[in-house]
């Protein structure tokens, strides 16, 4: 049996949902919107059971229920958030440890709630990464500043927010930074190239814009779908692989000197938003449905 969690209307889900049913596979389909109980290895909700030991594969989306619309604006929210909040801690519990192929085990993910730390395994893998500040000290931003030029404030955990270039000399950001440590980079000039992976298959997106962040949404940017250079494919797929990563969301850089930098691995990416998104979602339904049962 092959399982899906999380919001079926979000697009990634819904993408590799109808992969599926294009190879004839009827998933198990985890709302998060609706009640639902794990008790004992078996999930119960719209009045049916199932014995999570069936699962063969698992692909994993989930949000925090208790925020998503459908349950804040539902007259019943007060039993849907109870019934979110003591179920998504046994199924990621069970994820965790289930012989089943997950993507992606939720301790995998974690290291993407953690940028720095998640850096340092991305740098121990091989790739190279921006020197990097989590700092509330304004005197260490401007010494680091000194030394590395134009930087970048980002966020430090997994929570999205936008890329900007930090303004080391407005006294007033400088005083706020005392309230909160902050995450901050050596800003790397180049190319921005989105590689997703998904089991040993790479498949890569060239993303131009002048803007810091290509995802602001009136940033003029432009995307095709590119062959990685040398063994580039190969050195994504194991820096996957070292973080625990089924699939992943790598974000890559090329410098105009040609070096090239990785700034993250996304464990649960919006691969929707890339070209090429079609090829994306197949090769994570031909991983799932692999996994399947035999007959």
Request: one cysteine or more; a neutral charge.
């Amino acid at each position: 049996m092959i399982l899906l969690w999380g919001h079926p209307e979000e697009r990634p889900f819904a993408q590799v949902l109808r992969a599926l049913h294009a190879r004839g596979a009827d998933p198990l389909v985890l709302d998060q919107r609706r009640p639902m109980t794990v008790t004992s290895g078996t999930v119960r909700t719209a009045g049916a059971s199932w014995n999570l030991a069936g699962v063969t594969a698992a692909y994993l989306r989930p949000y925090d229920a208790a925020r998503l619309p459908a349950v804040t604006r539902s007259p019943a929210r007060t039993a849907l958030t109870r019934y979110a909040r003591r179920a998504a801690p046994a199924l990621c519990a069970w994820a965790d440890h289930a012989p089943a192929l997950v993507v992606n085990r939720p301790s995998a993910s974690a290291t993407n709630a953690a940028k720095a730390c998640q850096g340092l395994l991305v740098e121990a893998a091989g790739f190279a990464v921006p020197p990097s500040l989590v700092t509330d000290d304004a005197q260490a931003l401007a010494e680091f500043a000194g030394e590395h030029g134009a930087v970048v404030v980002k966020p430090g955990s997994g929570i999205r927010a936008r890329v900007a270039l930090a303004d080391v000399h407005d006294p007033g950001r400088m005083a706020r930074l005392a309230t909160c440590p902050t995450f901050f980079q050596r800003h790397i000039p180049g190319e921005d190239v989105r590689v997703h992976v998904v089991g040993d298959r790479t498949f890569a997106v060239r993303l131009a814009s002048d803007a810091v962040d290509y995802r602001v949404r009136d940033a003029a940017l432009k995307q095709s779908t590119v062959e990685l250079p040398g063994d580039l494919p190969e050195r994504c797929v194991a820096l996957a692989r070292a973080l625990g990563l089924v699939v992943a969301g790598i974000d890559l850089r090329m410098t105009p000197e040609g070096d090239w930098f990785c700034f993250e691995a996304n464990p649960a990416p919006a691969f929707t938003f890339f070209a090429g998104a079609d090829q994306v979602a197949e090769a994570v339904a031909d991983l799932l449905h692999a996994h399947r049962p035999s007959s």
